[in-house]
């Protein structure tokens, strides 16, 4: 079987190409007859994309109407790159979803594995004890982007929409000012988590960052913070957000690591590429 790495030459930087070529290297490097491809161009039997920009959604859609696996990049859960133009960081590399909401794609829970503990530990990654909701100011709400509302249509409100509900449930439910955190805000979320005591948003990796703070969050769409219950004991909560952040840690790479092989192969024991 054949695999393809997509490039996008609308794109307004070569992230992509890199990203592709990277990949494409690594998965020959473990056996398998891997290019990288300028898109548009026919799917193979097991295709990769980053992002769901300049063509990336195409990729996808394709893929799911042909039955075909994809493989999806993009900046990493955590220590995530620099910026767009720059190769360092980390990059997320998700079988057939955005985010990971199972883990060895088949619905699984997330578990302690001592890769991913190792991984954790390499990241310098430190989770806080769970935050006295009390101890809060503010009620943050962290919508989805429009970029991300075309891609879940018509399954997702749009971004206006998911703020005037979740601003009215939050509002009810809770006796505290209620903060909506945008990208580019000019208070930025980091900022906001000071004061926060819970944390909703669509699907945003900054609620990984609320969690590994110990603030009680919800996602509402697909990620991997679904496994997270604000009504678990605190003993539970911390044992399951310490599981999916050693999960996430070894499921993104740099981009050496895609190119030698390190990724791929760390994808196949955990069975989320073929062998």
């Known amino acids: 079987m054949k695999g393809a790495s997509f490039h996008y030459p609308r794109a307004p930087h070569a992230l992509s190409k890199h990203i592709a070529v990277a990949f494409a290297k690594g998965a020959r490097a473990v056996g398998h007859d891997w290019f990288a491809r300028q898109y548009p161009d026919e799917i193979a039997d097991w295709n990769t994309t980053y992002g769901i920009l300049h063509g990336g959604t195409d990729v996808i859609r394709h893929c799911e109407e042909n039955k075909k696996d994809f493989w ?4 990493g859960y955590l220590r995530r790159s620099s910026s767009i133009e720059a190769r360092d960081g980390y990059y ?10 199972s883990f060895a794609g088949v619905g699984g829970a997330p578990e302690v594995s001592e890769c991913g503990e190792r991984r954790l530990r390499e990241l310098g990654i430190t989770l806080a004890p ?37 601003k009215e449930h ?17 208070i930025p979320l980091t900022k906001l988590l000071d004061k926060a005591s819970y944390v909703i948003g669509f699907n945003s990796t900054g609620l990984l960052e609320a969690a590994a703070r110990g603030i009680f969050v919800e996602s509402t769409g697909p990620s991997p913070l ?50």
Request: charged residues 30%; contains cysteine; aromatic residues 14%.
């Open 72 to 75: 999806y990049i993009d900046h």
């Open 92 to 101: 997320r590399v998700v079988k057939n979803e955005l985010q990971h909401t």
């Open 130 to 166: 769970r935050r006295n909701p009390a101890d809060g100011e503010i009620i943050v709400l962290v919508p989805p982007t429009d970029y991300q509302w075309r891609f879940y249509t018509p399954h997702l409100q749009r971004p206006e929409e998911w703020v005037r509900v979740w």
């Open 170 to 186: 939050c509002e009810k439910k809770f006796c505290r000012p209620v903060v909506v955190s945008r990208k580019g805000d000019e």
């Open 226 to 275: 679904f496994w997270l219950k604000s009504w678990d004991d605190r003993k539970t909560w911390e044992a399951t957000r310490y599981a999916i952040f050693c999960e996430i840690a070894q499921r993104q790479f740099t981009l050496g690591e895609l190119a030698t092989g390190l990724a791929q192969t760390v994808l196949r024991n955990v069975g989320e590429f073929p062998g």
